[in-house]
């Protein structure tokens, strides 16, 4: 393997634990605050749809901070007219928190990075976090949201194993979206 292979599985390592981690913190989190909640209101008549309400209002928060962990993205702040106030905001998303430690990034436009992250993180987090809250309902892990985030990573791997056997050394997810991972 050369040191820019090690490099880059590095890089997708650190990003693959760090929205794996930070997935179960907060899903575990909100699955605390489900638990306060459910002993408070137990004697309610209306405790299911209360869950239900506050699944709606909790899962928006969750995924943004899940997502924001491995989002290693710098804010560019442009001059720009936009509601009588003159800023603009350009969000980068070639470079991920893994990718920043090792020197690495995503070549392409910014939609096409913009894929590639979130194929690569922005699914995983979602899934992970549907599982979680699918198992606070049923109280078992088989179900379809368990059973979708186990085949989501398969394909992660697959992505990888294509990397490694490919000769012009670029994964599945690169191929997909059109971009190329390379050094600063």
């Not at 179960?24 to 749809?49: C, P, Q, T, W």
């Not at 690569?120 to 976090?129: A, D, E, T």
């Not at 398969?154 to 056997?165: A, C, K, M």
Request: hydrophobic share 45%; aromatic share 16%; proline share 1%.
């Amino acid at each position: 393997m050369n040191d820019y292979t090690k490099k880059r599985m590095a890089a997708i390592a650190v990003d693959i634990l760090l929205t794996v981690a930070a997935t179960l913190f907060y899903s575990f989190g909100v699955m605390i605050i489900y638990g306060f909640m459910a002993d408070f209101l137990s004697k309610s008549e209306h405790v299911n749809s209360v869950f239900t309400g506050m699944v709606l209002i909790f899962i928006l928060p969750v995924l943004l901070g899940t997502l924001q962990v491995t989002y290693g993205a710098k804010f560019k702040v442009k001059q720009r007219k936009l509601f009588s106030r003159k800023v603009d905001v350009y969000f980068d998303f070639s470079r991920t928190r893994g990718q920043k430690q090792r020197q690495l990034a995503v070549k392409g436009s910014q939609l096409q990075t913009f894929l590639y992250w979130f194929l690569h993180n922005g699914i995983i987090s979602i899934l992970v976090y549907f599982s979680t809250c699918a198992y606070i309902y049923t109280n078992n892990l088989n179900n379809m949201f368990t059973w979708l985030t186990c085949l989501y990573g398969v394909f992660l791997l697959v992505n990888g194993f294509v990397y490694f056997r490919s000769s012009s050394g670029k994964s599945l997810l690169e191929r997909i979206t059109g971009t190329e991972i390379v050094n600063e």
